[in-house]
């Protein structure tokens, strides 16, 4: 099942209307119909704090939903910090890193400085993210 029709599926499950769904979240309705409409929408376009709030008001396990393994080997370590770990494991700098992911360099030292900044990007950007910095995407996403 797509994750568009499980998050649909969800919500009748919990009998909620779509427009509560989305008062809950503080989303409009119209924001909200296009996770139910389209399949990348929850992944490209949704921030990960809002991930996070709709499956815990459906009761999806955010892992199963995003097709993810469960994987806490980097549990115990701040985003952040591990992020700048692994970019000084990879000699990376502030500047290749941008370049690699295509933000302005003042997003990589937001990043670095905030262990929460990552919850206001999209799946598919922590992937990338995750991806650029040789790191599963779980230890990113800690949901």
Same mark, same amino acid.
């Given at each position: 099942m797509n994750i568009n029709k499980k998050i649909k599926q969800g919500r009748l499950d919990c009998g909620l209307s779509d427009v509560e769904l989305?008062?809950?979240l503080g989303i409009s309705i119209y924001e909200?119909?296009?996770?139910?409409?389209?399949d990348d929408e929850l992944t490209s376009v949704v921030d990960l704090h809002?991930?996070?709030?709709l499956c815990q008001m459906l009761? =999806?396990?955010?892992?199963?939903? @995003?097709? #993810? +393994?469960k994987d806490n080997a980097y549990a115990d370590q701040k985003r952040n910090e591990l992020? =700048?770990?692994?970019?000084?494991? @990879?000699? #990376? +700098?502030?500047?290749?890193?941008a370049d690699t992911i295509g933000f302005e360099v003042v997003a990589i030292?937001?990043?670095?400085?905030?262990?929460d900044f990552l919850e206001k990007w999209t799946f598919d950007?922590?992937?990338?993210?995750?991806g650029a910095l040789q790191l599963p995407?779980?230890?990113?996403?800690?949901l």
């Amino acid at each position: 099942m797509n994750i568009n029709k499980k998050i649909k599926q969800g919500r009748l499950d919990c009998g909620l209307s779509d427009v509560e769904l989305a008062r809950r979240l503080g989303i409009s309705i119209y924001e909200y119909g296009d996770i139910e409409f389209h399949d990348d929408e929850l992944t490209s376009v949704v921030d990960l704090h809002v991930v996070r709030q709709l499956c815990q008001m459906l009761n =999806i396990d955010p892992f199963d939903l @995003l097709e #993810i +393994s469960k994987d806490n080997a980097y549990a115990d370590q701040k985003r952040n910090e591990l992020i =700048i770990s692994q970019m000084k494991n @990879l000699g #990376i +700098s502030n500047e290749e890193l941008a370049d690699t992911i295509g933000f302005e360099v003042v997003a990589i030292e937001e990043m670095r400085d905030d262990p929460d900044f990552l919850e206001k990007w999209t799946f598919d950007l922590i992937k990338e993210l995750a991806g650029a910095l040789q790191l599963p995407i779980q230890s990113l996403l800690r949901l």
